[in-house]
């Protein structure tokens, strides 16, 4: 993995096979990876290793007291809100 210096704010843009090969490159360095999944029917975050285990394609709908998540084609990778917990 090529390093280079960005200033602070800097905005990256990324091709969507280049995320796995991030989330491996951190794991190998020791790090652990945390990020979105689908649990108990709602967007919780837990380890994970591979891409697989986000909510892609799914949306989210909040509101007082009500909160559920459902598959949408539409969706992408992040077109969730945080979960209820």
Request: proline letters at 8%.
């Amino acid at each position: 993995m090529k390093s280079s210096k960005l200033p602070v704010g800097a905005f990256v843009r990324i091709d969507k096979p280049q995320l796995q090969a991030i989330v491996d490159q951190l794991q190998q360095c020791g790090y652990r990876t945390v990020g979105p999944q689908l649990a108990d029917a709602a967007v919780v975050y837990d380890d994970f290793s591979t891409l697989d285990q986000l909510p892609i394609g799914y949306l989210d709908e909040q509101d007082g007291g009500y909160y559920r998540v459902r598959p949408s084609p539409d969706a992408g990778y992040f077109d969730y809100v945080v979960g209820p917990h």
